[in-house]
């Protein structure tokens, strides 16, 4: 992360503020993506990146209370410049074609911090999608589909979007020692499409779709323990969720399970070990069973890694999955943090 400090009197009017300053921060990846594609037959190799660039700006009150705010500018190599799902003000429709947006700033998320509590408003991060043990690893250059991660349904900072900014999100975090809590809810209105063509008139409805999540950790003795919960509107919303991780011998071991309402129950067990003073690898393997939704996949799935360090922030990184749709998945690369 690289700081620029500015003088308070040129970003503050009022007097009074004990500090300001802008950090910039981030990463670039590239390299090439395989995928041997189940349902189709067909397989594809091509090139895969992404670029971020995070911005966090804070000023401390002279009580010592922080105010800041989180926006990032991303793009990836399959990004578009359009809004995500805009809306014509003129004829009420939704266009869901639209597809993710690139190179424009996402969602801002405000907070206030004092000491261990915070609180944080539009762009949430969300409780589920933060509680610990729910992203034990990061599988080779681009994450190679996420199955390892056990809850699916739930808040979470959007890089590309707003999340929760226009939806009335807010959270709450604690933390006291070993001890930590996060409680977030979001007021979403989602908007269903009667002839299935990407193209929603407000006219054919909208829902409210309320999320309330909460997650409470302790640390023992090298392990995190954490169990989380939701209340939620939507079907395939993650209901309930618990992990345990810590040091096992040579490595660090993650057991998560996640009731993921009609997307099923998933269990994942991963781990990640050193094999050299610059080499470390990083295998899961996860179950999801017992969907009832069309979009369910009722499989087993596994995968494994490496990543090196060459030193200065970068690393090259690479790994290879089977996805619970029995897709085969892999990718190589460079990544480098700024």
């Known amino acids: 992360m690289k700081k620029v400090l500015f003088a308070t009197t040129a970003l503050v009017a009022t007097a009074g503020v004990a500090a300001a300053d802008v950090t910039f921060g981030g990463y670039g990846r590239f390299g090439v993506m395989y995928m041997d594609d189940d349902s189709t037959?067909?397989?594809?190799?091509?090139?895969?990146?992404?670029?971020r660039l995070q911005i966090d700006a804070t000023a401390e009150s002279d009580s010592g209370v922080v105010f800041g705010a989180r926006v990032r500018i991303q793009q990836n190599n399959g990004d578009s410049n359009d809004a995500i799902n805009s809306i014509n003000t003129t004829t009420g429709v939704v266009d869901l074609n639209s597809g993710p947006a690139g190179t424009g700033i996402n969602g801002v998320r405000y907070f206030a911090?004092?000491?261990?509590?915070?609180?944080?408003?539009?762009?949430?991060?969300?409780?589920?999608?933060?509680?610990?043990?729910?992203?034990?690893?990061?599988?080779?250059?681009?994450?190679?589909?996420?199955?390892?991660?056990a809850f699916t349904g739930a808040d979470a900072y959007s890089s590309g979007g707003s999340g929760a900014a226009g939806d009335n999100g807010i959270e709450v975090l604690y933390s006291a020692g070993d001890l930590a809590i996060h409680v977030s809810y979001s007021d979403a209105t989602s908007y269903s499409d009667a002839n299935l063509d990407g193209i929603v008139d407000v006219g054919e409805g909208a829902d409210e779709a309320n999320r309330l999540a909460a997650y409470v950790a302790y640390t023992w003795n090298g392990w995190t323990f954490a169990v989380g919960g939701q209340d939620s509107d939507n079907a395939t919303d993650t209901e309930w969720t618990a992990t345990a991780g810590g040091s096992f011998g040579i490595a660090d071991v993650t057991l998560a399970y996640a009731d993921n309402g009609t997307m099923g129950d998933r269990v994942v067990l991963a781990a990640r070990f050193d094999v050299g003073?610059?080499?470390?690898?990083?295998?899961?393997?996860?179950?999801?069973s017992n969907g009832t939704d069309a979009d369910a996949v009722n499989d087993t799935g596994y995968g494994i890694d490496f990543n090196h360090d060459l030193g200065g922030g970068t690393s090259l990184r690479g790994g290879v999955a089977k996805r619970f749709n029995d897709d085969v998945v892999a990718d190589m690369g460079v990544r480098f943090n700024f």
Do not use: W
Request: net charge negative; no cysteine.
């Open 41 to 51: 037959g067909e397989s594809s190799t091509d090139v895969t990146s992404r670029f």
């Open 277 to 288: 003073a610059a080499t470390d690898m990083e295998v899961y393997v996860a179950d999801n």
């Open 113 to 149: 911090r004092s000491g261990g509590f915070e609180v944080g408003v539009g762009n949430i991060f969300g409780a589920l999608e933060t509680m610990p043990g729910q992203y034990p690893i990061d599988l080779g250059l681009t994450g190679l589909g996420y199955d390892y991660t």
